[in-house]
Every structure is written in structure tokens, then in C-alpha cells.
DNA sequence: CTAATATTCAAACATGCGTTTAAATCGAAC
DNA sequence: GTTCGATTTAAACGCATGTTTGAATATTAG
């Protein structure tokens, strides 16, 4: 038979029901009835809701991180040093593709990944912010490699507008040329990451540690 | 004798508990209780708990609307056309020096912006956007005065990019100096649109209407 | 075939929710 | 001082939720 086995279909069910009411909202009772299981399924399964969703969660970001340091590898291996754009769109490009590919999967995940960010779900975030921080280090290297002289400090608080910019344009619900925005977010984000990047900035940088390691650890 | 009305301690205290908890999750038992008000009186005053979050919406985004406006028409009067940086100010500033000031409930207000932004909840966003619509207009006008020749549909997607570079700002915990974080993400910005403005960008450029009017509108 | 293990199932449990009701209390006007 | 509308109060209603239970059923192993 060619059914899928119960854990995935759970997995299918919640990732469309979550991303679509939101976790609270999303009910168990939906959930396996949309599934076509038994309600105490997710239970003997999963343990309970909340193990759910982050089990949702780890399906789709092995996959997503890494397209991207695979597609990262590439762009460190064309230059020396890295060009910035071929690093951007490393970042870029395959969530672009993957929140607005032709399955609408993709989409609807990027909703929840969305939704999880400004739910601000401590356990949620502190399990997967460690399990992915180190695809956030990998790009923060290789864009400080690709604009030598740059203000570390500065160049994190950077990398968060890209990440803002990015985030929002996957959450937006109308989907064109993934192609093209990819490319306007590249162009945009490499100019705004090169206006500081010749030792302007007079001022402090404070440098407060803490403001690395969140969620946006993950889109 | 100083207490404050009724309607008020339940408008502060929602916005607290909406903020820390999320609409859904904060009960009115929880919200009222720290009102010190019955919890009748959230029936009472605002019919329901879906009206009584409008309402906390509607008292932060008139002040905050309203600063935006007075900065840009200040910066339209100053030069003729208006300068990029001065206009992206406007936008940028009031709403980082309302979400990060002294007073914490700035911070948490944002948070909540951020948390309804996610929710997509249909009819809050609806009664927003359509009281603050026109806010995004005007800057969206100042800014094409600002860029002469500028392709709209592009400049569009990119005052996309810039609404998302500041609501995720605006998320982020950690509070250090405001107006340095203004004026990174005004030349952040300012870099980014201007890359786009020599006419470059042969391709399409489909106009897709239904993009804008979204929640971006408020924050 | 049988025994043991893994999985499914229907039903119930306890809890918390938003909302409603009707009586009690307050505040001003006459 | 009494009356009348506005406000507050305590209690209850109806309902949906996540979770647990224990029996029924599949699946696998010996």
C-alpha cells in the first residue's frame, strides 16, 4: 500500500495546520483527523505538542542549511577572496526557493518559521538556535572574508537587516520570479553591507554580545 | 485619589500580557487580575477580547504614526526634492526610538506588532491597515520624489526589504544606543534602494497588486 | 501456531477558556 | 433622601483543549 506511515503523515498535517492557524490555535484534534490517525497518536509518537512541532521544525531546516552551505562551498571555492554576492545569495537564494517553490510546502513552513520567531517560544528557540547556530557563523565568516577591513560589530548588526529583509520577503504571500527577487535582495543587501564597510563609523559599535544565537539563527 | 480609570488598567496590562504571552495565550483571568479589575469588565468596556486587542493596537499607532508623519513633512520641507536619508529617518527612527526607549512598553508593543504581523489574524489586520494605509503612501511617495526616475514595482519590493530589515530590528531583544541604530539602517537602506535606481533591472518587474496594504503598513 | 511486542483505537479526565447572567453597588440628579 | 442609570461583582454556562487510560488490533519472532 502505498500509504505513508503515521509519523509522516502526522508531520504533514501539523506542518500545514500550524503554519496556517498557528500553534495554539492548530488543535491535536485537527491535526489527526487531518491526518487520517487516531488523536492519540501524536502522543505515543511524538510525546506531546509541543515535541511535535520541533520534530516539524527539524524536518525542513536540515534540508534548507544545508542547500546553503553546500551552495556556500561553491561561491568559497569560485574566488579568493569570496565575492560578497556569490556568499548573499548563498544565504538568500535557497530559502527564496524553498518558501516559494512550486510546492506550496515550502511557503507555509516559512509562516511558521515566522510565527515561532515572534512567538519568541523559549524552549523551542534554545533547541533549535544550537542545533543551527553554526550555519549563521559559516556565513558571517565568509562575508567578512569577502570585505576585508570590515567592522566586525557593524557587521553583525548588518547581518540582522539582511536576515529582517529576507525573513519578511519569504512571509509575504504573493509568490513571482523567486529568481528575481533573490537577485534585487542581493544587490540591495551587498550595497547596504558595502556602504560601511570602508572603516566609516566614527562612533562607539558597542559590541554587546547576546545579540547573536536567536532565532533568525534559522531563516 | 490617583487610580487610574478602569478602561486604562485593562488597555495596560492586556498589552503587557499580549506581548509577553501572545493574544491566545494570555486569558482575560490573567489580564484582568492584573488590572485589578473584574473580569466582567473587559465584556464590560470593549465587548470582547478580540476588540480589546484592537484597542491596544489603535492608542500606540496613532502616537507613533503621527511622529513618522511630522518627521517626513519636516524633511519634505527642508529640501526640494526631499533627501533619501532624511526620509528613510523618518520612517526608521520614531518607530526604533518608540520600541527601545526608556519605557519598556515601547519594546513590548513591538513585540506584540510583531506577533499579530505573524498571526496573519485577518480581521485585526484589516481594520489596520486599512486606519494607517495611508502612512506607507506618503513615504512610499517621498521616497519615489527622492529617487527620480526610479522603477516603482522595484522600489516597492525594496521599501519591502526595508520594512523587514526594521520590524526585525525592532524584534530583537537587546537594547543599545537607538539613534546609531537609525542611522546604520538609514544608510543601510539608503545604499540598497540607490543600487537599484540607475535603471538597471532589465527584466519583468511584474506589478502584482494585493502586495502592498499588508500589515507592513503599521510598523 | 503461538507468544510477545508494537501500534491503534474509543472513551474519558481534568482543566482552562471566553462569555453571559443577574444581583449588588455606586454616583449623581431631582 | 430617593430614584435611576452606570458600573462592578461573583457565579455559572458551555465548550474545546492536551493528555491519559486500558482494551483491541496488527505485526513480528520463535
Same sequence: chains 1, 2.
Avoid: W
Avoid at 109 to 129: C, P, Q, T, V
Avoid at 138 to 145: C, D, M
Avoid at 169 to 189: C, K, P, Q, W
Wanted: proline share 3%; with cysteine.
Amino acid at each position: 500500500m502505498p500509504e505513508a506511515a503515521t509519523c509522516d503523515r502526522i508531520l504533514d498535517a501539523a506542518e500545514v495546520l500550524f503554519a496556517e492557524h498557528g500553534f495554539h490555535l492548530a488543535s491535536l484534534r485537527q491535526i489527526t483527523q487531518a491526518a487520517g490517525v487516531n488523536l492519540a497518536a501524536v502522543h505515543y509518537h511524538f510525546g506531546s505538542k509541543q515535541a511535535l512541532l520541533l520534530a516539524v521544525f527539524r524536518r525542513r531546516l536540515d534540508a534548507l542549511n544545508q542547500a546553503r552551505l553546500q551552495q556556500l562551498e561553491q561561491a568559497l571555492s569560485q574566488s579568493e577572496p569570496p565575492e560578497l554576492e556569490s556568499v548573499l545569495d548563498a544565504f538568500v537564494y535557497p530559502a527564496l526557493a524553498f518558501s516559494r517553490g512550486s510546492d506550496t510546502d515550502g511557503h507555509r513552513f516559512m509562516n511558521l518559521l515566522m510565527r515561532a520567531f515572534a512567538d519568541r517560544d523559549e524552549d523551542l528557540h534554545a533547541a533549535i538556535s544550537s542545533e543551527y547556530a553554526f550555519v549563521m557563523r559559516r556565513f558571517a565568516e565568509a562575508i567578512a572574508l569577502a570585505l576585508p577591513g570590515s567592522n566586525p560589530a557593524l557587521l553583525r548588526r548588518q547581518l540582522d537587516f539582511v536576515v529582517g529583509a529576507l525573513t519578511y520577503t519569504m512571509a509575504e504571500s504573493n509568490l513571482s520570479d523567486t529568481r528575481s527577487i533573490a537577485s534585487d535582495l542581493v544587490r540591495f543587501a551587498a550595497a547596504g553591507l558595502r556602504s560601511g564597510a570602508q572603516g566609516q563609523r566614527p562612533k562607539d559599535s558597542t559590541d554587546q554580545t547576546g545579540a547573536c544565537g536567536t532565532l533568525e539563527t534559522t531563516a
